[in-house]
């Protein structure tokens, strides 16, 4: 896949854990790809091999899911586990363990870098993302406070004109921006 449906893919999934870390998220997405530039001089890596290997991703998540109460280091493995999740669709596939030879396939490895297949599954991912942030009644970050209407990145307008909060000016300057 390409960098913007990776980086579409892991800030959807980090704005489920927490909205707040999307740009870690977005960090996290990119990482597979940069961490090989980053060990390229120091140990031959192959694209999509070492840094691309499901397991490893799973075990960060596991790992900062029991240590890490600010949840960055999470939203950080979420999104390189995003990546490789995504990389999963392709033909090239990616390696599911350190010792196995064989690459793991999501939905058969149906889609080509580039074309629109991949435009499709980052965009149904993306709204299924948005969907539970804006509507699901479980809380799961500490920033999506819905009951007090705090979900960064998406303003309500309209709620901060009723309160008080801004003047009718800016908020005919800013009711169609959602973001």
Not at 9 to 30: C, K, M, N, Y
Not at 49 to 67: C, E, K, Q, R, S
Not at 126 to 132: I, M
Not at 139 to 167: C, H, M, Q, R, S
Request: with cysteine.
């Amino acid at each position: 896949m390409i960098w913007q449906n990776h980086i579409l893919i892991g800030a959807s999934l980090a704005a489920v854990i927490d909205p707040v870390l999307v740009p870690v998220g977005v960090i996290g997405a990119t990482a597979p790809d940069w961490m090989e530039w980053v060990i390229k001089p120091f140990y031959p890596v192959k694209h999509r091999g070492a840094t691309h290997v499901v397991l490893y991703w799973i075990a960060a998540i596991i790992f900062f899911l029991a240590v890490d109460w600010h949840r960055v280091g999470l939203g950080f493995a979420i999104g390189g586990f995003s990546h490789v999740f995504a990389d999963a669709f392709t033909i090239a596939g990616v390696p599911f363990a350190p010792w196995s030879d064989t690459r793991f396939h999501l939905f058969g490895g149906k889609l080509r870098t580039g074309n629109g297949g991949e435009y499709v599954v980052a965009g149904l991912i993306a709204a299924l993302c948005f969907c539970f942030v804006l509507y699901s009644p479980v809380k799961i970050g500490t920033a999506a406070d819905k009951e007090n209407g705090f979900i960064p990145f998406f303003y309500n307008w309209k709620k901060f004109y009723d309160e008080g909060l801004i003047d009718g000016a800016e908020w005919k300057k800013n009711r169609f921006n959602f973001f």
